[in-house]
């Protein structure tokens, strides 16, 4: 899958604010809180664009869980490039 590169770059700024976060050695507390912060985010876009629509919370559970999933093996497998950029 091709990704537009204004969308790359979105995630490149997530991403160098996470690294930022992390350079006192705390690389687990900057995951899990980028990992909270996107559930945050989106439970609040889904909530807020939703309001009274009737649409089930569980099944967007299901879709943002299932998106999360796909995002992290796909990084895993390398789709946009190596998740440890090799030194040297």
């Not at 990992?35 to 309001?51: D, E, K, V, W």
């Not at 967007?60 to 998106?67: D, G, K, M, Q, R």
Request: aromatic content about 12%; overall charge negative.
């Amino acid at each position: 899958m091709a990704y537009p590169p204004e969308f790359l770059k979105r995630v490149d700024q997530f991403i160098d604010l996470a690294n930022r976060m992390a350079e006192d050695g705390h690389q687990g507390d900057a995951s899990a809180a980028i990992l909270f912060a996107a559930g945050r985010y989106n439970a609040f876009n889904f909530a807020s664009r939703n309001a009274g629509s009737g649409q089930d919370p569980a099944q967007a559970a299901e879709f943002y869980v299932s998106e999360y999933r796909k995002a992290f093996i796909s990084n895993l497998e390398g789709a946009v490039g190596p998740v440890i950029k090799p030194q040297g």
